[in-house]
């Protein structure tokens, strides 16, 4: 029986990996922040918002609603919590929410909706060809489209943190250094200031 990885550390690995691997070999250091707080609270708020309304949001009016879904597969070696899945016949479609009011949908989502997918897939024994990213502040949702070169970076991702876990080895730092400003993190990456 293997650990297995939430999905949310995809996010945060395409962010900086440096950032997973810290979570994980100093556990209970990282702050719970007055940002992170807020965003959590307007994550409640609009999920409660959005649970009364249809499929229609997303293009999909006969769809299925399926909220606070739970996923784990040996297989992948992933776990995930999903507040919402769409599902129509043998198909399924996950849905994940940003904070950003940022158009256009970054790598760290895609990559995460992706492994959403692949555990819908597995667990469920259904298709997911895409999955869609609802922004709050902007209240509208995006289209993520599953093709095989995102399905296979994820897969890919989840190997290296894997391993990256398993050996303890330190992994590089993000190449955005303007992410290193403000991380929590800072005074443990001597070697790159
Ligand atoms: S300081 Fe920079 S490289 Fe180090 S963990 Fe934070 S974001 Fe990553």
Redesign the pocket.
């Known amino acids: 029986m293997t650990w297995l990885l939430p999905v949310t550390d995809l996010k945060q690995w395409d962010y900086?990996?440096?950032?997973v691997f810290?979570a994980y070999l100093m556990p209970g250091l990282r702050p719970l922040t007055f940002k992170m707080e807020a965003g959590l609270a307007a994550h409640e708020r609009e999920e409660k918002r959005e649970k009364r309304r249809s499929g229609r949001l997303y293009g999909l009016p006969a769809a299925e609603r399926i909220e606070d879904v739970a996923l784990q597969s040996q297989r992948l070696g992933l776990s995930g919590r999903l507040d919402l899945v769409l599902r129509q016949g043998d198909q399924a479609w996950p849905v994940d929410y940003k904070l950003s009011r940022r158009t256009g949908i970054a790598t760290h989502f895609k990559l995460q909706l992706a492994a959403y997918g692949l555990l819908l897939e597995d667990v469920w024994g259904v298709t997911s060809d895409r999955g869609y990213l609802y922004s709050i502040p902007n209240r509208r949702a995006e289209i993520v489209r599953f093709t095989t070169r995102l399905r296979n970076k994820a897969k890919r991702t989840v190997a290296e943190i894997r391993d990256c876990i398993e050996s303890e080895r330190m992994p590089p730092?993000?190449s955005k250094?303007g992410?290193?400003v403000n991380?929590e993190?800072?005074r443990?990456?001597n070697d790159?200031f």
Request: overall charge positive; glycine content about 0%; some cysteine.
């Open positions: 900086c990996p440096r950032v810290y730092p993000t250094r992410r290193c991380c993190f800072r443990f990456c790159i």
